[in-house]
């Protein structure tokens, strides 16, 4: 699942290319939305809410969209051949000049503009979010803290206690607290980590690459993240990668053991 950079990056990008322009087409390829027609609305922005994007038209209407695991949103200059096959297209916004599609989008769905709040209401902080205050860390620090005995990788992925954290940032947050992602909630500093989270995606923002060892050259870009061939980052020592979480939130999760100190899970029985 993409990171809360890389949707707010989507959205800044769609926000440019469509912003103060009147769509020429608008179009849904989506069962509920399918007779939808935006040809004519006005597009006044887009913006993003941690995973969330949405995009508000004349009318009081705003589309919401999540890219989950495999979405993404193309955008091209008006009749150039589309970046994907057209049935992996779910939505498709076209200008006088540019065209934006979304391809295999999920969660579609119109709303009046109004009731946006509605679709992330339950999400905790926007690590990303322009306003963010004090308060914003202190209660980030406090939905990290409401179950100390829960995995610290599996609460930092949890959008209602901070919206924006995916796989990468688990692990890598993990690692700059020197700490298993499998360590005990209440072993760490909660708001520490709220801070590490909320530079590192402010850091990687506004760019495609995402580094968090300030290294942006390619091999160079994490401390544990997909770093099994390579090792550690700092000490150069053998990776263990584990599964965690459960179900459709299970994620393979990298850390170093002799730099991240705590539990780590069983490999499992040997494959046969």
Not at 19 to 26: D, P, Q, S
Not at 62 to 76: V, Y
Request: hydrophobic fraction near 40%.
């Amino acid at each position: 699942m993409p990171e809360g950079d890389t949707v707010f990056l989507a959205g800044k990008l769609l926000d440019r290319a469509l912003a103060g322009k009147t769509l020429v087409r608008g179009e849904f390829r989506h069962p509920e939305l399918a007779t939808v027609d935006l040809a004519g609305r006005e597009v006044h922005g887009v913006g993003t809410v941690g995973k969330h994007l949405f995009t508000r038209f004349s009318g009081d209407l705003t589309l919401h969209s999540h890219l989950r695991m495999d979405g993404e949103w193309k955008i091209q200059p008006a009749g150039a051949k589309w970046a994907m096959p057209a049935h992996h297209a779910r939505v498709v916004l076209m200008t006088d000049d540019v065209q934006a599609i979304g391809f295999r989008l999920h969660d579609l769905k119109l709303v009046p503009t109004a009731e946006e709040h509605s679709l992330v209401a339950h999400l905790g902080p926007d690590l990303l979010d322009p306003q963010w205050t004090d308060e914003h860390a202190a209660l980030a620090a406090a939905n990290l803290a409401a179950k100390p005995d829960r995995e610290l990788g599996d609460a930092l992925l949890d959008q209602r206690v901070m919206a924006g954290v995916g796989n990468l940032y688990k692990c890598e947050i993990s690692f700059l607290l020197r700490v298993s992602p499998w360590t005990p909630v209440s072993e760490v500093d909660p708001a520490r980590a709220v801070a590490l989270a909320r530079k590192l995606l402010v850091a990687n923002a506004w760019r495609h690459e995402q580094a968090t060892t300030g290294d942006l050259r390619r091999g160079r870009r994490t401390w544990v993240y997909e770093r099994t061939r390579q090792g550690c980052f700092r000490c150069g020592g053998p990776l263990l990668v584990r599964q965690q979480g459960d179900g459709p939130y299970q994620r393979p999760t990298w850390c170093c053991p002799r730099c991240q100190p705590g539990p780590v899970p069983d490999d499992g029985p040997p494959r046969k």
